[in-house]
Nanobody, 123 residues
Framework: VQLQASGGGLVQAGGSLRLSCAASGRAFRTYAMGWFRQAPGKEREFVANINWSGDNTHYVDSVKGRFTISRDNAKNTLYLQMNSLKSEDTAVYFC?????????????????WGQGTQVTVSR
């Protein structure tokens, strides 16, 4: 499956953005999906993931209550709704997919990656 992330941009602290990840191929609906982010000089960090049907999700503590991951399998698209953005959310955001269980937070468990989209939150 090929993934393409979009929707990043520059936003003021407290604002919102919605990231999208468009996937090619029907296999998308069978994959667990996740969002990761990487700030300059830091390692890639888990943000959220979701199982193939969208019934189960998991978030890193720092985004709980602010971010929502979702998917539309009919449209082959993964989303990340980001509200109440903070300067520390500034990073390149990547979507990723894997076969099997969704409950993996290590980026090495994901086989398929989008190209990343920049999110910059100004104070």
């Amino acid at each position: 499956v090929q993934l393409q992330a979009s929707g990043g941009g520059l936003v003021q602290a407290g604002g919102s953005l919605r990231l999208s990840c468009a996937a090619s191929g029907r296999a998308f609906r069978t994959y667990a999906m996740g969002w990761f982010r990487q700030a300059p000089g830091k390692e890639r960090e888990f943000v959220a993931n979701i199982n193939w049907s969208g019934d189960n999700t998991h978030y890193v503590d720092s985004v709980k209550g602010r971010f929502t991951i979702s998917r539309d399998n009919a449209k082959n698209t993964l989303y990340l709704q980001m509200n109440s953005l903070k300067s520390e959310d500034t990073a390149v955001y990547f979507c990723a997919g894997r076969q099997g269980s969704y409950y993996y937070t290590n980026h090495t468990a994901y086989s398929y990656w989008g190209q990343g989209t920049q999110v910059t939150v100004s104070r």
